[in-house]
């Protein structure tokens, strides 16, 4: 299941969804609003979707993570909107029979999440200025 | 050329750099990629067309794909999730 909140996300009610009988492994990922970027203090994210194709992507990459590591079940749901420092921008569970398949799936789907998913994010710095994260890199390799 | 009916959206720096999150217009674009570069010169989007994908009907397609009269066309910035 991959999906889309405007809400902070709660890990403890998240987790509890997830039990499975067969389970023997429950691998958690979180990732957080971070600090600082390049020497900059970060202040806030301000997270963006295209929700219909997010969500069918976002889809797609727990149905292969759940082919390629045979994992029982597997969650994904991120945020958007603007998330101040610490807080959960994305939350990935994995439950499994056993731990290697599930520390390896959460792995795919983070990164799989990252270059695939059309989420954009904003970083909101201490100066008052921000930047799209990824936008300036692309747009001076091809001028 | 006939012209067709599109509606676009934009998301992200694209937005900022259309001043909107989405519009209807028509065009005789028969392609998504004429139909940015189109765009592309009208508003001086920053990004080149290289560095984008591209949605129609909320599904990735080629840029090559053609367009239809009631498409909906999202051109995609480099993502950046998690």
């Known amino acids: ?6 809400k902070r996300l709660k890990d403890a009610a ?4 997830m039990s499975n009988p067969r389970a023997g492994a429950m691998v958690c990922f979180e990732g957080w609003v971070r600090g600082h970027h390049q020497k ?13 194709l997010a969500v069918k992507e976002g889809r797609k990459i ?4 759940r082919e390629r590591f045979g994992i ?8 958007v909107g603007r998330l101040k420092v610490g807080e959960t921008a994305v939350w990935i569970g994995i439950v499994a029979e056993h731990l290697h ?3 390896r799936a959460c792995e795919y789907i983070i990164s799989q999440v990252k270059i695939r998913v059309p989420i954009w994010k904003k970083e909101c710095y201490s100066t008052g200025d921000s930047g799209w994260v990824n936008f300036r890199i692309h747009s001076e390799k091809d001028g | 050329m006939q012209a067709k009916e599109v509606h676009i959206q934009y998301y992200a720096v694209l937005r900022e750099e259309r001043g909107c999150g989405a519009e209807v217009l028509r065009t005789t674009a028969r392609t998504a990629s004429q139909l940015y570069e189109e765009l592309k010169d009208e508003h001086d989007f920053s990004m080149p067309r290289e560095c984008l994908r591209v949605a129609i009907n909320n599904e990735f397609q080629d840029w090559e794909a053609g367009l239809k009269d009631g498409d909906t066309v999202v051109f995609i910035p480099p993502v950046a999730g998690g």
Request: hydrophobic content about 45%; glycine content about 0%.
């Open chain 1, 72 to 79: 029982l079940e597997a969650r994904c749901v991120h945020r």
């Open chain 1, 14 to 17: 998240l987790k509890k969804a």
């Open chain 1, 40 to 52: 900059k203090k970060v202040i806030a994210l301000e997270y963006e979707c295209f929700e219909k």
């Open chain 1, 62 to 65: 727990i149905t292969e993570a």
């Open chain 1, 101 to 103: 398949a599930a520390f």
């Open chain 1, 1 to 6: 299941m991959f999906s889309i909140s405007s």
